[in-house]
């Protein structure tokens, strides 16, 4: 499987961005869980929000309530919807897929999100 993130830009404190992976190559995309990280400049990469093959949902405390992540396994896509954001979710957000049955995972690249007034 091949993932393409996108979505990421520039945006106000209290705004909104909708990042979107899409998958491309898997033989069946439910077979899939998936995973938007995010990277800060000098800091480790953390997991922001899953979703697994059946459709169940993890986040991070520090964006619960604020982010959404979902998927359309039709359209072989996970999306991760951010309201209300901070400065400190500024990172490079990455989207991840885990095979459930292989466990192997691939990386797609990284998509720049920036919050600033």
């Known amino acids: 499987v091949q993932l393409q993130a996108c979505g990421g830009g520039l945006v106000q404190p209290g705004g909104s961005l909708r990042l979107s992976c899409a998958a491309s190559?898997?033989?069946?995309?439910?077979?899939?869980?998936i995973g938007w990280h995010r990277q800060a400049p000098g800091k480790q990469r953390e997991l922001v929000a899953a979703?697994?093959?059946?459709?169940?949902?993890n986040y991070a405390d520090s964006v619960k309530g604020r982010f959404t992540i979902s998927r359309d396994n039709a359209k072989v896509t996970v999306n991760l919807q951010m309201n209300s954001l901070k400065p400190e979710d500024t990172a490079v957000y990455y989207c991840?897929?885990?095979?459930?049955?292989?466990?192997?995972?691939?990386w797609g690249q990284g998509t720049q999100v920036t919050v600033s007034s």
């Open positions: 190559g898997a033989a069946s995309f439910d077979y899939y869980a």
């Open positions: 991840n897929a885990l095979n459930v049955h292989t466990l192997q995972g691939v």
């Open positions: 979703i697994t093959n059946d459709g169940r949902t």
